[in-house]
């Protein structure tokens, strides 16, 4: 059966009135579908508020217990209890769920090599089956970018890489359909131009536009996550802004992968 | 089919080795069941630290925007997800709700009488379908003290009400056992002596008991709910200690109420 999976960032949580227009897009969605959010943030604004320090590891930032602490509050609490009352308030059966919530996706701590990135998960495994059974019931999970471990440890983990994982393995039943919202319109050819939108991109052209520097930074990681997914069962996948989520679905927006 | 509705207080979940225990044996209970939790203290110090005041209004808080953000991070976020990771490592397939996720528990808010309680939601429909539904593929709902209104509003609720207006819903195809646990031992006939237990109580000893004034305060309104709970079609309520809960299934701990 098609299945749509759609990541939105933090940026567009971080604004209420993008964050509504979203919502009241993904809620029109047809078919079975899956949500994937960001922080945002507010777990840094929170974090500060209670006088605790963020620590950064090369660009990252490190998950000690205090963090992990608010990053649970507020990804697994504030922000995801209110997706989900609005998307209730839209008609969408939403059910709100963590990694550790009837046991979805579970991960590992990430071991210390040279760097210790603390209460991080790397994902282990996609329980497929137990997010069929939602679906099947009607309902609409909206997944907050936390895991668990075997342990009962709860893991602050990457939502890029639980919306693809997801997708991944939910790809072995169903028509796949993974769609990655943030605050560009898809892909550009002109990175001073927000208009110029890449409408189709495959590896070769990935890699011309990555040796030219034009694909750089933030996107390569995105981006290589997304052609992996394609690589391992995904139909489509789809990087749009979250303004165009339902143009981007009937490919009227965004930038298409292919393989 | 037998279903078993456990409410844990708050008391116990500020304590880690005694909800650590708690979250053991309720893992083990056998058949179908449900957990509801309270609050616990966390949520006030946390307010506190983020310099939002408590506002108490004839002993009860306030919940006013702040304060509700806050208690939708501790409850929802901070409390119910570190039960449901503990529960997943004691082998119990936990999943963590409010009454906004899948529309399981609808409220509206409080209206204003004499006095404004903030964002506090009155029960008006327990979608007992939903519920059903999650139980039979093999889950175990965690239910957070919260729930939302038609217009998308979260609402802050009181867990003894969701767990007796839960456990009423559910009575209708169920054989319901109600189980509040608690810091005591059961309803104490003396209230200095902490082992002098009533092992049964019905109406007409219940209202003895309180004429006596040795059924008081903060116990009325938990039993009045239970008595309640009784009378539409739950099949027994049990209080006692949340130490005893395997003992209490069993009648070997706790009071027994009788209609």
């Known amino acids: 059966m098609k299945l749509t999976l759609v990541k939105i960032g933090g940026n567009v949580i971080d604004n209420p009135d993008a964050c509504a227009a979203f919502l009241q897009a993904f809620a029109q969605l047809e078919g079975q579908k899956i ?35 608010v990053v649970t509050m507020v990804y697994g609490g504030l922000v995801n209890k209110n997706l989900v009352a609005q998307l209730q308030a839209n008609s969408c059966n939403a059910i ?6 009837g ?3 579970r991960s590992v701590k ?10 991080v998960g ?42 693809s ?19 560009k ?3 550009l050819s002109d990175p001073d131009d927000d208009d110029a939108v890449i409408s189709k991109l495959n590896p070769a ?35 749009c802004h979250a303004e165009d989520l339902l143009d981007a679905v009937e490919e009227k927006a965004g930038t298409v992968l292919e393989i």
Do not use: W
Not at 128 to 155: F, H, M, N, R
Not at 165 to 183: D, G, R
Not at 228 to 236: E, F, T
């Open 35 to 69: 949500l994937v959010h960001g922080g945002g943030k507010i777990a840094t604004q929170t974090a500060a508020q209670l006088g605790i320090e963020t620590k950064m590891v090369e660009g990252r930032r490190r998950t000690d217990r205090p963090m992990l602490d």
């Open 96 to 101: 709100g769920l963590t990694g550790a919530d």
């Open 165 to 183: 994982a997801t997708a991944v393995a939910m790809a072995q039943k169903h028509k796949m359909n993974l769609i990655y919202c943030f605050e």
């Open 205 to 239: 052209s990935y890699a011309d536009y990555k040796e030219k520097g034009i694909i750089n930074k933030g996107m390569i990681p995105k981006l290589d996550n997304a052609f992996a997914a394609l690589q391992s069962g995904v139909r489509r996948v789809t990087i």
């Open 185 to 187: 319109k898809g892909v």
């Open 122 to 163: 790397d994902i282990e495994q996609v329980n497929a089956g137990q997010i069929d059974a939602l679906l099947q019931s009607g309902l609409v999970p909206v997944i907050a970018p936390l895991t668990y471990s075997a342990e009962g440890l709860l893991l602050n983990t990457n939502a890029d890489t639980m919306a």
């Open 103 to 105: 046991g979805i996706i």
């Open 110 to 119: 990430r071991p210390v090599k040279t760097i210790d990135y603390g209460f």
